[in-house]
T-cell receptor, first 116, second 116 residues
Framework: GQQLNQSPQSMFIQEGEDVSMNCTSSSIFNTWLWYKQDPGEGPVLLIALYKAGELTSNGRLTAQFGITRKDSFLNISASIPSDVGIYFCAGHRFPLRGGSQGNLIFGKGTKLSVKP | DAGVIQSPRHEVTEMGQEVTLRCKPISGHNSLFWYRQTMMRGLELLIYFNNNVPIDDSGMPEDRFSAKMPNASFSTLKIQPSEPRDSAVYFC??????????????FGDGTRLSIL
């Protein structure tokens, strides 16, 4: 089935540093989403992207929907200890005629650790 | 606003027992999703419903798994009989789907299931 390749798998950075992570796919997506998951909790939506080329910010977070519709990146500026967690990208495929239209495909996640 | 509510938060039971996980989606949402999360496989979609109707259950691993959505505010995921390899965190998510496409999914905090 379809897969999203998310990288890096893990990052260990110093507080105050900027962070960048990305997702790529061999297939086109019509929506890209970025989620963060804290231990013992469900994924929480950070940013949603709906159009190719779209660049959206949410505080210190910035995400972009790639022009080819096959990739997206998430940047975190000036990281702080509470940024620790696992970040997931997710994509909605184009609707398939007569087929499943609701599937959200998730990447494997990027585990972020921030050293104070 | 109440988010997606799942119960129980934790379940420990012996193999062979029946397990029932419950989910209350966000009010007004018309799509509901069941996911399973493990270290090895990440987040996997098991089944999803639109307007209480199961649309795609291709992710349900075996006949031991079944899901129902008797009304717009309640869904269950049942495993009978349970096996140790079913141990995972099970998430429920909901979203609002229109003819224009899918709105982002919002997740509950999950049920951590351990089968001994």
């Amino acid at each position: 089935g379809q897969q999203l390749n998310q990288s890096p798998q893990s990052m260990f950075i110093q507080e105050g540093e900027d962070v960048s992570m990305n997702c790529t796919s061999s297939s086109i997506f019509n929506t890209w989403l970025w989620y963060k998951q804290d231990p013992g909790e469900g994924p929480v939506l950070l940013i949603a992207l709906y159009k190719a080329g779209e660049l959206t910010s949410n505080g210190r977070l910035t995400a972009q929907f790639g022009i080819t519709r096959k990739d997206s990146f998430l940047n975190i500026s000036a990281s702080i200890p509470s940024d620790v967690g696992i970040y997931f990208c997710a994509g909605h495929r184009f609707p398939l005629r007569g087929g499943s239209q609701g599937n959200l495909i998730f990447g494997k996640g990027t585990k972020l650790s921030v050293k104070p | 606003d109440a988010g997606v509510i799942q119960s129980p938060r934790h379940e420990v039971t012996e193999m062979g027992q029946e397990v029932t996980l419950r989910c209350k989606p966000i009010s007004g949402h018309n799509s509901l999703f069941w996911y399973r999360q493990t270290m090895m496989r990440g987040l996997e979609l098991l089944i999803y419903f639109n307007n209480n109707v199961p649309i795609d259950d291709s992710g349900m691993p075996e006949d031991r798994f079944s899901a129902k959505m008797p009304n717009a505010s309640f869904s269950t995921l049942k495993i009978q009989p349970s096996e140790p390899r079913d141990s995972a965190v099970y998430f429920c998510a909901s979203s609002f789907r229109t003819g224009a496409g899918n709105q982002p999914q919002h997740f509950g905090d999950g049920t951590r299931l351990s089968i001994l």
